[in-house]
């Protein structure tokens, strides 16, 4: 059972645009949303997160938003850069837990 | 600040052998994750750790697999009799805490191909 679901495989953006990744998660437990960001052959790297009581977190290029009513979460790239050209990995957790569970990824790249 | 440790980065076994995954988490975390990622998947949490003690299993295989965090030294993540299915890559991370405001820091991750 996929709790928590990335449903594009894959993302392609040009330089300088909006980058779009969508999360959908069907336990209504969750209440703490993360998202990494993944190079091959290294660790995920943190990226942002938020929590359940804010609809809305935005660090620099990175904003998350998230819909409790929907159970979903995007993490919008503005302006993507070809360095942000990674693995794109969504997790959630159940309060002070300790588990994240983690989407399959969306695979984006940036091109000139 | 280092961060997360983990060693050796690639480690080939032939099926039978054991396999011996070490993890040296960020300076001042107590608390150890062990993940695992198959091919085409996403990371799957295996179990979770404090110095000597075991938080959580619950995505830990209940045979051939073992995992430790000694008082002193690194965290352990032991494979026994490992099987081709055992191939991928094993993530580490460590939080200061386990509240949900602590973030998870992964390593490197490491590599491994059972033959």
């Known amino acids: 059972d996929q709790q928590v679901k990335q449903n594009s495989p894959s993302l392609s953006v040009q330089e300088g645009r909006i980058s779009i990744l969508n999360c959908d998660y069907t336990?209504?437990?969750?209440?703490?949303f993360l998202w990494y960001k993944k190079y091959p052959a290294e660790g995920p790297t943190f990226l942002i997160s938020i929590s359940s009581i804010k609809d809305k977190n935005e660090d620099g290029r990175f904003t998350v938003f998230l819909n409790k009513s929907a159970k979903h979460l995007s993490l919008h790239i503005v302006p993507s850069q070809p360095g942000d050209s990674a693995v794109y990995f969504c997790a959630a957790s159940v309060g002070n837990t300790d588990k994240l569970i983690f989407g399959t990824g969306t695979r984006l790249q940036v091109f000139p | 600040n280092a961060g997360v440790m983990q060693n050796p980065r690639h480690l080939v076994r032939r099926r039978g052998q054991e396999a011996r995954l070490r993890c040296s988490p960020m300076?001042?975390?107590?608390?150890v994750y062990w993940y695992r990622q198959l091919p085409e998947e996403g990371l799957k949490f295996m179990v979770y750790?404090?110095?000597?003690?075991?938080?959580?299993e619950s995505g830990m295989p209940k045979e051939r697999f073992s995992a430790e965090f000694p008082k002193e030294g690194p965290s352990i993540l032991r494979i026994q009799q490992v099987v081709r299915g055992d191939s991928a890559a094993y993530f580490c991370?460590?939080?200061?805490?386990?509240?949900?405001?602590?973030?998870?820091?992964f390593g490197p991750g490491t590599r491994l191909t059972v033959l």
């Open positions: 300076k001042g975390h107590s608390h």
């Open positions: 750790l404090q110095k000597e003690n075991i938080i959580d």
């Open positions: 336990n209504s437990m969750f209440d703490y």
């Open positions: 991370a460590s939080s200061r805490g386990a509240s949900f405001t602590d973030t998870q820091y």
